[in-house]
């Protein structure tokens, strides 16, 4: 078993839509939870990051974390084609910044 | 500020080779991890260096090295090369506290023939 699984996707959504994109870890140790974006032939770059369960949003993203699950979640409200993106989930694993990264889920926002 | 910068973008060997790729992170940063991108398996943590010294090593065989220099500048090395080293190899930096905001580099693509 992966340490971070991810659907990978392909999720096609229309314009305007809500993307919901899911995310399970292995570790219960685990502290902190990242989102990363990545667009086709550029690096990751970081949208959201939570530690607590529950919701954590900002502006159209929505992170929701869940320990007993095990589950994190990313929701983007409004998506517009500019989302047209791979999301990494990432799972903070002990100390210092060794992370856990899921295979992406593609995610495509048809105008 | 200047971002994270990888040398050379792309480079390709055959296999047997070594290969030795350079990162510098952003200016302040003391934190630089590196990881293996491949379509197959998605991103693989390699290991962390902080202030010189190795803090977290990933599940990688010992072909697979790095370090780093007092200017925070980091180097990694792929010795005795094999086709399945062909990959992405990405570079991020972070100040360092455990906030997990990491900024990658644009990465070094390394092709083994």
């Known amino acids: 078993q992966k340490e971070v699984e991810q659907n990978s996707g392909p999720l096609s959504v229309p314009e305007g839509a809500i993307a919901s994109l899911n995310c399970t870890y292995s570790d219960r140790g685990s502290q902190s939870f990242f989102w990363y974006r990545q667009y086709s032939g550029k690096s990751p770059e970081l949208i959201m990051f939570?530690?607590?369960?529950g919701d954590k949003e900002d502006g159209r993203f929505t992170a929701q974390l869940n320990k007993a699950s095990q589950y994190v979640s990313l929701l983007i409200r409004d998506s517009q084609p500019s989302d047209s993106a791979t999301y990494l989930c990432?799972?903070?694993?002990?100390?210092?910044?060794?992370?856990?990264f899921g295979t992406g889920t593609s995610l495509t926002v048809i105008p | 500020k200047a971002g994270v910068t990888q040398t050379p973008r792309y480079l390709i060997k055959t296999r047997g080779q070594q290969v030795t790729l350079s990162c510098s992170p952003i200016?302040?940063?003391?934190?630089v991890s590196w990881y293996q991108q491949t379509p197959g398996q998605g991103l693989q943590f390699l290991f962390e260096?902080?202030?010189?010294?190795?803090?977290n090593k990933g599940n990688f065989p010992g072909r697979f090295s790095g370090r780093q220099f007092s200017n925070s500048r980091s180097e990694m090395n792929v010795s005795t090369l094999e086709l399945g080293d062909s990959a992405l190899y990405l570079c991020a930096s972070s100040s360092g506290t455990n906030t997990g905001e990491l900024f990658f580099g644009e990465g070094s693509r390394l092709t083994v023939l």
């Open positions: 200016s302040g940063h003391r934190s």
């Open positions: 990432a799972v903070n694993i002990g100390t210092g910044n060794q992370f856990y």
């Open positions: 939570i530690y607590s369960n």
């Open positions: 260096y902080f202030s010189e010294t190795q803090r």
